[in-house]
Every structure is written in C-alpha cells, then in structure tokens.
C-alpha cells in the first residue's frame, strides 16, 4: 500500500507540481487549500505525511501545525514545511511551530519524494 500525503498550499501551481511529482513517485496524495479544509481531510482520512505550506488564507501553516501536533489524534503524523519564506527566522519559527521537517520553495521535483523518505520512515 502506498503512503498517503495530505498537501496543503493555496497557490493552484505550486499544489499542481507537488502532487504530480508526488504521484509520479508512487505516493497517493490528498490536497487543501488551507488550514480548514486541511483539518476536514484529516477527519475523514488517514494521512502518513503532511507537506503544509506557512502561507496560507485565515489560519497560517505554523499555526495548524501547532494545533496538529497538540491533538492526540494528530500528533503523531510527520509535519514537513514546504515554504518560500527562507530566512533563518521563517526557519526557526517552523522548527518552534513542531514541525518535523522544512523545506524551502521551489521545490526541486527530482529530489522531493526522495526527502520525504526520511520522515516516513
């Protein structure tokens, strides 16, 4: 069985390259364009990686990470920052948010799902 990653960015070209990369590398991919539908997804499926961008409309990225890994339910799932906020700062706060992993924008589609393989492990 494939794993399954939830990928949540609001900019439709960034979430189109990611899931198709993703796909291309085998893994089964669910999309949200922000925090709130992120959370529905997460109600109704089993997700094994969350590649979450800080961005986001209403509710950030950094802030639903927080909530993620604060929720007994959620905690446990890998949360990887895929950002184009690159600074040493924008780091920092995405490692002090919970996250498991950060990842600067643009991606690189050749290495992407490799990286990914350390969080899923």
Not at 83 to 100: I, L, Q, V, Y
Request: contains cysteine; aromatic residues 4%; hydrophobic residues 45%.
């Amino acid at each position: 069985m494939s794993k399954v990653l939830l990928v949540v960015d609001d900019n439709p070209t960034n979430l189109r390259l990611m899931v198709k990369t993703l796909q291309l590398a085998g893994y089964g991919v669910l999309t949200a364009p922000d925090a709130e539908k992120a959370a529905a997804v997460l109600r109704e499926a089993s997700v094994d990686l969350i590649l979450m961008d800080v961005g986001l409309p209403g509710m950030d990225g950094l802030t639903l990470t927080q909530r993620l890994k604060s929720d007994r339910c959620t905690q446990h799932i890998p949360i990887v920052i895929v950002t184009s906020f690159a600074m040493k700062s924008d780091e920092e706060a995405a490692w002090a948010s919970g996250c498991d992993g950060f990842i600067t924008k643009p991606i690189n589609t050749r290495t992407l799902a490799q990286q990914l393989l350390v969080y899923l492990s």
